[in-house]
């Protein structure tokens, strides 16, 4: 099977812009779930969707956003992004809990 | 905010010594999970343990867990260069609605040829 994958590995963007980040789970993983990493915070938990339906959510603004597809593919949004939005954005899949979370390889963003 | 504290936060060893790092956390949960993660990119896992579980063999690694100090422990046997690495646990809380792992500090571990 393929691993999950996320796109873009590297984004680049300005103070007040929004950006899409996007994350293809792997086949029949229903559960997707958004972790940020940063050096000071470490990795923090954004949000989880299980079948199109967000069912946890962190402690982040509502500047951060998601949805899930049909397909199990997700997507997060920032909106307004600021500069210490400038993290590495980590995408897991699993079959649901309590099974092994699958992590891609991670989206870059840093805001200038 | 992380539920899991990891303790050295950093290791230094030798290629062909054992390297020990442990995780303690604060809630019940369901299971443990451990990852490796390579100078900033994606996290790749490890093992899972059971909360009825107490020990788990995977090739050179060993975790164990003990539910009643709410701790676990990952054990790297005759570790090599590419084991260096950042290493994280994670839990699985029990009451927690939906997936909702939560990562401890990590320690950053290096092996020296």
């Known amino acids: 099977k393929a691993g999950v994958t996320q796109t873009p590995r590297y984004l680049i963007k300005t103070r007040g812009q929004q950006v899409t980040l996007s994350c293809s789970p792997i086949?029949?993983?229903?559960?997707v779930s958004w972790y940020q990493q940063t050096p000071g915070q470490g990795l923090q938990f954004l949000f989880e969707?299980?079948?199109?339906?967000?069912?946890n959510k962190g402690n982040f603004p509502g500047r951060f956003s998601g949805r899930q597809f049909s397909n199990s593919r997700s997507e997060m949004n920032v909106s307004t992004l600021e500069l210490g939005d400038s993290a590495l954005y980590l995408c897991a899949s699993r079959l649901d809990s309590p099974d092994k979370a699958f992590f891609g390889q991670g989206t870059r963003l840093t805001v200038v | 905010s992380q539920q899991g504290e990891e303790d050295p936060q950093a290791l230094s060893i030798q290629e062909g010594e054992n390297a020990t790092m442990n995780c303690s956390y604060k809630t019940s949960i369901n299971n443990l999970q451990w990852y490796r993660q390579n100078s900033g990119r994606g996290l790749v896992h490890l093992i899972l343990?059971?909360?009825?579980?107490r020990e788990k063999h995977s090739g050179r690694l060993r975790v164990t867990l003990d539910t009643s100090k709410k701790s676990s422990s990952l054990l790297i046997t005759a570790s090599r260069a590419a084991d260096t690495a950042s290493y994280f646990c994670a839990t699985d809380p029990i009451k927690a609605a939906g997936n909702k792992l939560t990562f401890g500090g990590g320690t950053r571990v290096l092996v020296k040829p």
């Open positions: 343990i059971r909360s009825n579980e």
């Open positions: 086949s029949g993983h229903r559960s």
């Open positions: 969707y299980f079948s199109e339906t967000q069912r």
